[in-house]
């Protein structure tokens, strides 16, 4: 080809490049949320699956990622081809749901499961559609008809891909590669005290969109005000620049705005509202519309701030009467996932006399998030940046910031939720403190309508126990778990003492009983043992100044490889006010009665 025709096929290459580069900006990735006010089609169910514990449908002999893996769901064309796997005649699981509970031999498993679900689709001229995940433990590597689509590390926040370009009318095939191997420089590492429960323990949902819709968007009261809304809507197509309409129609309140050429645009209204409170949990139908899609929500509106060590909840003090929650279904083993099973955890807290949960030590599933939301619960909600990180690794700190950020993109118009953490009994050391201040501040830019929080260690000082942890100078609210009573002695006598002016929830206390074993109180394992725990505890929070609020440690047994005494434990953690059959324990009552004291003080 002479210059002159080189030159011009550059040019034209540069072109489409700009082209593809300003369509992908306007495709601005990230969360669609919102998503069971969409055009959806689950995908739940049955699907076929192949345990591979050594990658062979990844690799090939010489450990290289092969082209002709199991993502192709091949089948021999003729007797003398070879393939040398089948899904259509493997076993299966159900989806959503972890595979410990669900096959004896997965009970333990570590390791590799492909997962396969077969659909039709008929997407219309002109509409979209994403493959929406809303949570696979722990990496995702996600296949549709034979080319990949992406991978995802997180085993509890949503991802989704757009699949407008691969899917046909018929007989689709979406396959995944999931694996839950703990890794050191994963989040959580390879210690936790809970089951790595792996698999798609999440839906899996289609989402049909017009060609350009409203992917995203943040409605909240602006920072300590109870009638400013500030908020923005994101659009995603190619008309990007459009007018939008956000309304209130309760509140009589209707603003139009344009975005801008990336289909963004900020806005700042004010309104009469009904604020959103436990006891009066009021959602508004919020509707966000442009000429091509509308979507509605439901959003409740409330203000809150920190001032000196008090917590403000539409401007008055609120002491948060409060549990841990881990995401176990109530009624039966393995993961939850059900609005049922969220509906279940939330009215045992509710029942306790709480206004308050900490969902630990993750982001837990939407339908909690939601129903707290409905019930007027307020919510403490947490990445599982857990005891040992490896703080000095940059990639672990992106992985960290991507986690946080996808948790906040999925609730951020969740007025339940007040506290964001982001770290769970991590020892102190200037790398720690470093990469968690460096991500308080971050979160603190990404959501500044709600507080930052980190659950820390007390350390004692003579008669004081005293919540120093250089940690705390980047944090709203201190959080500190502590275990008087149980893991050391009972000196429920000590003096509490900070050198922080915050508020301080104590984000666990507890101690261990085996429901119905009865004995006496320093009988390790009977529930009169745990119900003393309570009773000694609960004098000594009632002296500590700066308490602003408390969730033991937990509404329900749960299963954790770190808790294998036999015929006590039989690896369930037992510091839970419920067992594992949903039978409450002594000490459920103690706090109970003290919470009931707490309410109408
Ligand atoms: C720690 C930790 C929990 C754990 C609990 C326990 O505080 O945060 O995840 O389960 O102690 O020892 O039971």
New binding site residues.
Partial sequence: MNRKGQIVKRSFLLVVMFVLVMVAAVNAGGLITNVDNRDITELDGIWNIIVDPFENGFYDYRYKEYSWGFFKDAKPRNEYEMVEYSFDDSETLQVPGDWNSQKEKLFFYEGNIWYRKKFDYELAEGKRLFVYFGAVNYEAVVYLNGSKLGVHTGGYTPFVFEITDKVRKGNNTLVLKVDNTRQHNAIPTVM???WNYGGITRRVLLIEEAGTFVRDYKIQLAKGSQKNIDGWVQLDGAKAEQEVTVSIPEAGVSKSFTTNEKGYAKFNFDANLELWEPGSPKLYKVVVKCGTDTIEDKIGFRSLEVKGSDILLNGKSVFLRGI?I?EEAPLRHGRAYLKEDAEVLLGWAKDLNCNFVRL??YPHNEFMTRTADEMGILVWSEIPL??TIQWENKEVYNNAVKMLDEMVARDKNKASIILWSVS??TPVSEPRTKFLGSLADYTRELDPTRLVTA?MEKHTRGNNVEIADPLGEYLDVLGC?E?IG??EGDNFGKQWVTPYDKPLIM??L?G?ALQGYHGGERVRWTEEFQDRVYKGQIPMLKNISFLRGVSP??LRD?M?P??PLPYIQDYY?R?GLISERGIKKQAFYTLQEWYKEKSEE
């Fill in positions: 936790s005290d809970w841990c881990h630990a030590h857990y005891w769970n009994e659950a778990n275990y149980w893991y984000s666990e507890g261990g440690w937990i749960f954790s770190r808790r953690n510091k």
